[in-house]
């Protein structure tokens, strides 16, 4: 019979010096030596050292257990502290050998070794990080948009119409009809606008995008945001600025342990982000495209650092053709749009713009394209019956921390990623 | 040419009594009088009112306006202050009549009508009410559970089989094959309490609900927990004590405005809510069945309303065959489960409890409902490499909205709600 005690975290065990306790936790490592065995316990705060007897339970790393005993100060153990005249209990069954050793400081497996056993790889705590960063960013994505009087919302994921890009949706059997997934929260989020002027959602979208790349997902998690009562993209791209940096802030704040362990280099945002109009960016590139190239994005980015010292850099203006039929034109310039990219180290991390908010311009836009009207019945609800100018944006959060982790491919920060290829586990 | 100004809120003109400003919003109501025309502009702090000269800007109610004026005292105004020498600019169209008159005081429309028309019945204050207080809470949610050191996730919405319940799930054409629409995130947070042992998620999940009822949905939002190391399901009951205790306090804070205009009465949380077995709810209601009727729901909350003066009460022990497979059972008798419902003014609010930890449990759970380990691989993992004894729950926002504002359809708490019949806007 063990003594009951209260639980202490691996990280407080050096403050609980002298006293009794418990700690709870994953047996990361067992080291028998000869006069002495070591128990290393992982928990959700770190590593906490258990001394035994020599030949001490002889159990299966990962097994679950519950340890009571004495804190005692020992430079050597981590945390500065270790748990001696220990009495161990099993929590689980004994646990079966993981996929490859989780007490390596290294991550000895390849990615589709790690994808496949996600429930137990991720315990790794090199693994585990990114999505302490992913936590803490959407944290401090809400935090800075509550701040600025933002509402958050939560929106349908079932639509009745392919009717945002038409291409790449999944179709789904609705109660017998014909029903996709949401590519987006673009239309509900500017309905939106006209009832709360500034919202915001976190949540996942879909996308059936037939690339196997090592950035693309069919489902990730988009933070969007919509505000209304704007000048144009420019006051939507100084939101997007204090949004990023209410995220690093709270990946500084709340993700230390995560950052430390991946080496991460978190970025300074510029009070003000440096910005190209597409135009500009041709011309610097030598080059004349409708659109942005991977190595154009690469090139930009460069450049941004060099001449501005600045890891982020809006390109604006993006020629209308490329951009969605909602996209505010720019005003004498009109086959460009007030539309802007926020590309950082290297890669397009967020889309957004100025909307067109006169249903006149919904209609002909639509017009334009040869679109029927009947599909966006509902959507043009809002703009019929007022709607101010607004604009918006979506980043994908698995993107972001990617890009802050330096992770090599985006399934690394995505939990359980789904993809051409991969529905389970 | 109007003078530039910084924008005002409604909510704030009072305080800028004599200042040049500027106030945008909805035209909410035009006023015309003999010596004097009224518009009343609504932003998402309020209503502003704002003095013409008779016959002044003759537009249609919803359009969107910027006015520029003088800020003066007025009792009669509401704010205690009306803008005067306004210059009044035009931002949107002129907008057309909404489905019905967004200015009075009470909502005179069906719900029907407020659904079909969402986009521009939602910004009558009445009815955009309860999306507040759902902002609220959830934002209280994750406020309660981050104290308690919970790290939040975001889990695939698409599955490859229909394992959970079998029953009510929406089919998919993923890449060619079938997949399906998570019924919950119940096997991905159980599998992260193996990773950060406190896991929640606030997301979208679905269900194939062939009821068209007042009380179900195929889609809503799901606030999940889940955590590791605990003794029983009373350890998760006082967490979501600690939750639903922060959702509360955070709609006091943050969505007063919509509590007032709702009359909304917020409750009090117990420090310890009242708990009864399910076999001594039976005896209290005379009753001998395996399932609280919703009838019992309501008596059983008259009860603990007049016992124990609570609005909230737990009903622990439920019989496992009513409960899914990984459901803990009751130690020393085994045809009840260590799990729970909590009511909460005569509905069921949250479902939860401990679940089975050790794989053999897992083994022979599905063993003895016959149902085979393949489809259960992925989620076998964790409990094969070592997992704590844990338990969670998961509460539907948009019901605890309903219940804290007394609507009698949960359709009036889901932002375009999604059901056997409705699939737009």
Redesign the interface.
């Known amino acids: 019979m063990i003594r009951p005690a209260t639980?202490v975290l691996a990280a407080e065990l050096a403050a609980h010096a002298g006293e009794s306790v418990e700690v709870?936790g994953?047996?990361h490592r067992r080291r028998a030596l000869k006069s002495v065995t070591f128990l290393i316990l992982r928990?959700?705060s770190g590593l906490a050292q258990v001394v035994l007897p020599a030949g001490g339970e002889d159990l299966p790393e990962?097994?679950?257990l519950?340890v009571r005993g004495t804190v005692v100060p020992d430079s050597a153990a981590p945390g500065g502290a270790e748990v001696a005249r220990a009495e161990v209990e099993v929590?689980?069954?004994r646990?079966?050998p993981?996929p490859f050793d989780l007490y390596r400081p290294a991550v000895p497996a390849s990615l589709p070794t790690v994808l496949d056993?996600?429930?137990?790889a991720?315990?790794h705590p090199l693994l585990?990080a990114p999505?302490?960063i992913?936590?803490a960013s959407?944290?401090g994505f809400?935090a800075a948009l509550?701040g600025l009087?933002f509402?958050?919302?939560?929106?349908?994921?079932?639509?009745?119409s392919a009717t945002e890009s038409g291409a790449n949706v999944?179709?789904?059997?609705?109660?017998g009809?014909r029903?996709y997934?949401a590519q987006s929260p673009q239309f509900?989020k500017q309905?939106?606008v006209?009832?709360?002027?500034?919202v915001y959602e976190t949540?996942?979208v879909?996308r059936?995008e037939?690339h196997d790349t090592a950035r693309h997902l069919?489902?990730y998690?988009s933070l969007d945001a919509e505000l209304g009562?704007v000048r144009d993209h420019r006051d939507v791209m100084a939101v997007l600025r204090t949004a990023v940096a209410g995220m690093t802030a709270a990946v500084a704040e709340r993700a230390q342990r995560a950052v430390q362990a991946l080496g991460a280099v978190l970025p300074e945002v510029p009070e003000e982000i440096p910005s190209l109009h597409f135009a500009e960016a041709m011309e610097l590139l030598g080059a004349d495209e409708p659109d942005l190239s991977p190595e154009h994005e690469r090139r930009l980015s460069r450049w941004a650092l060099e001449e501005h010292g600045s890891e982020f850099l809006y390109v604006t203006g993006y020629p209308m053709a490329k951009r969605p039929f909602y996209t505010h034109p720019e005003p004498g310039r009109p086959a460009c749009s007030n539309s802007f990219d926020l590309l950082f180290r290297g890669l397009e991390l967020v889309t957004g713009g100025q909307r067109l908010?006169?249903?006149?311009d919904y209609e002909a836009a639509l017009a334009a394209r040869g679109e029927p009207r009947e599909p966006y019945?509902?959507?043009l609800?809002?703009?019929?019956?007022?709607?101010?100018?607004h604009g918006g944006f979506a980043l994908g959060?698995e993107r972001w921390t990617a890009r802050l982790t330096g992770a090599d491919n985006i399934r690394r920060t995505t939990?359980?990623p789904?993809d051409?290829h991969r529905?389970?586990?």
Not at 117 to 120: E, F, L, T, Y
Request: overall charge positive; aromatic content about 14%; glycine content about 6%.
């Open positions: 639980r709870c994953w047996l928990d959700r990962e097994t679950v519950r929590l689980s069954s646990a079966a993981p056993h996600a429930p137990v991720l315990r585990r999505y302490e992913g936590a959407v944290a809400r509550d009087g509402t958050e919302i939560h929106t349908p994921k079932v639509v009745s999944f179709a789904l059997d609705w109660f009809r029903a997934l509900f309905a939106m006209g009832v709360f002027e500034r949540g996942p879909f059936a037939p069919a489902q998690t009562f908010h006169r249903i006149e019945a509902g959507y609800q809002s703009f019929a019956h007022g709607m101010p100018p959060l939990l359980f789904r051409l529905l389970t586990p």
